[in-house]
């Protein structure tokens, strides 16, 4: 609000202004002087005026005259007029003055108490109007700001209101989706609260159960079904499941009895769900009936303890036949030996090297090679359980690969293959398994010729680093 309050005094003579000037001395007035009509017009066109004090007499324009075009005009319509002047006729002057807008009407010379007090109310009621229209400015300005905010209020509310709509059905799709998920799964899934309360439980574990969800619901996890075999330190496992991290699983096996007497084995995991502040306010149980599983592995494993009840069995039983066979073949043995005593030394030398002989030491070292064979097959029971053992023995090199050609060597012949051998110069003494060692070169040595070539060469090879021996066979083929 301006400080001062304006106030514009006319008169043709500037002695007159200047009295009316002194009279309204005041700190809080400023007085705007006017010598004419039209120089009054031009004041308050550039600026307001709280009161006007014109004389009526004035060359040119009268006072009148003035009034009348001030009171024609809008933004000066309102501006109180004191009309001044030296002649006396009341019903004249007073009349006129008043029909052309005047609020008062005074005499020269000026009584300058009663003037200044006249100024003074129409001073402080412009100063209360003044007032009043910043008062009203103000309150239309907040009027106005709180329109604007109603609206941006409003605008807010609709925003909210379609968030609240769109968040809403995002949520009853993501529920839609989460139950189809969670009653859809093969896997039996439960919600618990931190304390082990049953919230929920999906259809799949109800139906393979044989439960109904009132009986499960509100009651604590670990009494809320016919467990036959729960683990009975179910704190335990519940203490367990608070302390374990987001997205760790604690893991455990529970025996539960169905509904028609069956019971089931079902492989249980929990994992707990934190909030913002680290406490637990969700379990999350997880099921898998294994019991076929189970029943599978007791099957596997009672038919692993049969096959070798069997292979011991079969062992017993090719073991038999071969101890007649090496007694028939040792009395050849030793009747052939009685033959070859009894005859001349030059026709012994002869038979000694007799095809006879030769077959029979083939069929009793085959015979000795079967038989170790049929060892290792009532050894089967040891070997799965990890205690096979190796029969060592002081043994020729050259005799174990000697043994080894000449079983494989018919099969290289039938293959039209050639065979090379190339031993140390100097004898080797082994201590290993002859048997086993034997078994490793015959396999080496048939596996070449069954996937070489017909016409193809293969070569057997010993040679000595320091304390060690490599065998190897090489041949021509894939």
Excluded at 124 to 130: A, F, Q
Excluded at 239 to 267: H, K, P, W
Excluded at 369 to 395: A, F, H, P, W, Y
Aim: charged share 25%.
């Amino acid at each position: 609000m301006p400080k001062f309050i304006n106030i514009l005094i006319v008169d043709d003579e500037e002695r007159n202004l200047t009295v009316l000037e002194t009279i309204l001395n005041e700190p809080d007035y400023r007085i705007v002087r006017a010598n004419s009509g039209d120089e009054a017009l031009l004041a308050l066109v550039a600026e307001d005026f709280a009161l006007l004090i014109l004389d009526i007499r004035m060359p040119g324009m009268t006072g009148f005259e003035l009034a009348q075009i001030i009171k024609q005009r809008k933004r000066t319509a309102t501006v109180p007029i004191i009309f001044l002047t030296a002649y006396y006729n009341e019903d004249q002057h007073v009349l006129e003055g008043y029909e052309s807008g005047a609020v008062d009407y005074l005499h020269k010379p000026v009584n300058a108490a009663i003037l200044r007090s006249k100024v003074a109310v129409f001073a402080e009621l412009n100063r209360k109007s003044r007032e009043i229209a910043q008062a009203n400015q103000a309150l239309q300005e907040e009027v106005r700001l709180r329109r604007l905010a109603e609206e941006q209020l409003r605008g807010l509310n609709e925003t909210l209101e379609l968030q609240v709509i769109h968040r809403t059905d995002a949520l009853r799709r993501s529920e839609e989706k989460f139950k189809v998920i969670f009653n859809s799964t093969f896997q039996f899934i439960g919600l618990l609260d931190a304390d082990g309360q049953v919230l929920e439980v999906n259809k799949t574990a109800l139906s393979t159960l044989g439960i109904d969800a009132k009986d499960v619901i509100g009651r604590p996890f670990w009494e809320s079904a016919w467990w036959r075999d729960f683990p009975t330190d179910s704190e335990r496992v519940l203490n367990a499941v608070m302390r374990a991290a987001a997205g760790e699983f604690i893991r455990f096996e529970a025996q539960y009895l169905l509904s028609d007497c069956t019971e089931a084995t079902i492989d249980f995991s929990i994992s707990p769900v934190f909030d913002d502040k680290g406490n637990v306010i969700l379990l999350v149980p997880e099921g898998r009936d294994i019991t076929r599983i189970k029943k599978s592995e007791r099957a596997l494993i009672e038919a692993d303890r049969r096959k070798n009840e069997f292979l011991a069995t079969l062992a017993h039983e090719l073991r038999n036949p071969l101890a007649p066979v090496r007694n028939a073949i040792q009395i050849l043995s030793m009747q052939s030996q009685m033959q070859l005593a009894a005859e001349s030394p030059v026709e012994s030398e002869i038979q000694s090297e007799s095809e006879s002989q030769w077959a029979l030491k083939v069929i009793n070292r085959q015979i000795e090679q079967m038989t170790r064979l049929i060892d290792d097959l009532m050894d089967v029971s040891r070997i799965n359980q990890g205690k096979i053992e190796l029969k060592r023995e002081r043994v020729s090199l050259e005799k174990l690969l000697h043994d080894a050609v000449e079983s494989s060597q018919p099969f290289i012949k039938k293959r039209g293959h050639t065979l090379s051998v190339n031993l140390p110069a100097e004898p080797l003494t082994l201590h290993a398994d002859p048997v086993r060692l034997t078994q490793s070169f015959l396999n080496l040595l048939n596996n070449s010729a069954k996937y070489t070539e017909p016409g193809g060469v293969i070569a057997l090879t010993a040679t000595r680093l320091d304390a060690e021996v490599v065998v190897s066979v090489q041949d021509s083929g894939i």
